[in-house]
């Protein structure tokens, strides 16, 4: 994994280990637990602002606190393993790769911080109207006061036990986190962000609040002399799209390193709610950057947000790591898992080192690994090709889980006219792994990156030569005719370059 984990390392070092030192609703951390949170009470948010921002977060995905699960969490992987005699899944195990491992790297950081998640929407309806009254115009910070009240302080602690913890632990969290101030007390009185309303004339979204919070609490926030606002939420009036994002960057021990992030959250009558996470992270230090892009999307197993049982979500995780010499590494992870456990299959293709691996794993509620598969190919040296499985595969715990391809619900379904490689996709120097956003007629990706309407990969399998792609659509059906796919990519600076394709689609 090379300088994969190293960054994976320095994120989380960098978002949850100096969350003392001041205010971290600005840090991505902040943004993830704020996509994650719903059912926000009425009486605190105002009525026209979105009250569901994204799905639960199933607890056999957070962050385990013991167990095999926690143990994985502290080894690292710098290249291709060193066998022993104790076989390729073991090894796998005590190097702490696993499908399991990828799902709490992101979902951990929610578990650490918390988190003020709530706290942003209950901020801004204390000025929301002020602001919607002057539209284009910045709010300074300030402007209007929030005193906190009990509704709001349970808002916060059902963000927490949402995000996977027990009364108890969320009511432990919440105290932890109102002493380092990250989150007001009962009764103290805090300034609403600097903020600017917007409607919007495009099909996506209807609405628009950009806004800004300062490092203290306490602390009013000045409108900025460059315009550019920390945070983002775009929205229908029916709330049945929502589109949340964060910009930050920050500079460690020599090293750079800066992130956007997005979701998008879809929610229609009758259909399973689903969210979209994409975070977009650049690394630089010593001359070198390293480049890395992920996309997250869950999706609830009901239509019935209400009978969903046990936070129940089909998932899929896909990772792309670029370093400095354009090497790339993808990783993959599909399957099904709630607050009790999940079955998921991972994929990881390293084209530099050339090897890859299959893995096939359970866990149970705590992220305990239960069963362990592992399907591992030399692409240099085929005698080194190994499988191995610990532990027996129970169907009558896990089979809800398992499927032999997972989908997600959209409105409609797409495929491309000419079937990639070819006319742009997986083609030329992208014959190896290739990515692609899909936007709607008249959006330009360079200034609206976060409306794509669509997304896919297609890579390359050196094992056995075969060639994959997939692309999600997740706008309307009218959309379909005239959206445009783009080639997407993250060039040596760090920057999001697209490419318009000839590649069309249609409605299958």
């Not at 009250?51 to 690292?76: C, E, F, Y």
């Not at 099909?203 to 315009?227: K, M």
């Not at 890579?459 to 997407?488: C, L, M, P």
């Amino acid at each position: 994994m090379k300088h994969f984990f190293l960054i994976l390392f320095l994120s989380f070092a960098i978002f949850v280990g100096c969350k003392k030192e001041k205010d971290e609703s600005n840090s991505l951390s902040a943004l993830v637990t704020r996509f994650f949170i719903r059912s926000l009470l009425s009486s605190s948010i105002n009525s026209e602002l979105p009250s569901n921002l994204s799905v639960a977060v199933p607890r056999s995905i957070r962050k385990p606190s013991s167990g095999l699960g926690a143990s994985l969490q502290t080894k690292r992987k710098t290249s291709k393993m060193n066998f022993t005699n104790k076989g390729i899944a073991q090894d796998t195990l005590d190097y702490g790769f696993t499908g399991q491992n990828f799902l709490t790297e992101g979902t951990g950081i929610v578990a650490e911080i918390l988190r003020d998640s709530k706290k942003d929407l209950v901020l801004i309806s204390g000025s929301y109207t002020i602001a919607k009254a002057s539209p284009g115009v910045c709010i300074p910070g300030g402007t209007s006061t929030v005193r906190i009240t009990q509704a709001m302080e349970d808002e916060f602690l059902e963000g927490i036990e949402r995000l996977g913890l027990s009364t108890e632990e969320a009511r432990g969290e919440l105290v932890s986190l109102q002493n380092e101030g990250l989150l007001p007390f009962i009764g103290q009185a805090v300034p609403t962000p600097a903020m600017v309303f917007r409607n919007l004339s495009n099909n996506e979204y209807d609405i628009e609040v950009e806004y800004s919070f300062a490092d203290s609490l306490g602390t009013p926030q000045p409108c900025p002399a460059n315009n550019k606002f920390q945070k983002s939420i775009k929205f229908k009036n029916d709330k049945t799209k929502v589109l949340s994002s964060i910009s930050r960057s920050l500079k460690v021990f020599g090293i750079s390193l800066s992130v956007d992030a997005s979701i998008t959250y879809i929610t229609q009558n009758g259909k399973k709610d689903k969210a979209i996470l994409n975070i977009k992270q650049v690394t630089s230090g010593s001359g070198n950057t390293d480049k890395s892009t992920t996309r997250f999307t869950f999706e609830e197993c009901a239509n019935d947000t209400n009978a969903n049982a046990n936070n129940c979500v089909t998932l899929n995780y896909s990772n792309v790591y670029d370093d400095a010499a354009g090497n790339k590494i993808t990783t993959s992870v599909k399957g099904r898992t709630n607050d009790f456990g999940g079955y998921v299959l991972t994929e990881y293709i390293d084209n530099a080192d050339n090897f890859e691996y299959y893995l096939t794993e359970t866990y149970d509620n705590n992220g305990d690994i239960t069963y362990f598969a592992v399907d591992y190919y030399d692409i240099d040296a085929p005698a080194n090709d190994e499988y191995e499985e610990l532990g027996v595969l129970d169907t009558d715990l896990y089979g809800e889980f398992i499927e032999t391809a997972y989908s997600f619900e959209w409105d409609v379904y797409v495929d491309f006219t000419i079937t990639p490689p070819g006319a742009g996709i997986g083609s030329g120097a992208y014959s190896a792994y290739d990515a692609f956003v899909i936007m709607p007629a008249g959006v330009d990706p360079d200034d609206f990156p976060d409306e794509y309407i669509g997304w896919g990969e297609f890579y390359e399998n050196e094992s056995d030569s075969t060639v994959t792609y997939y692309v999600d659509f997740y706008g309307q059906a009218n959309q379909v005719a005239t959206a445009v796919v783009y080639r997407y990519e993250v060039d040596a600076n760090g920057n999001e370059v697209y490419t318009p394709l000839a590649d069309v689609i249609y409605q299958l």
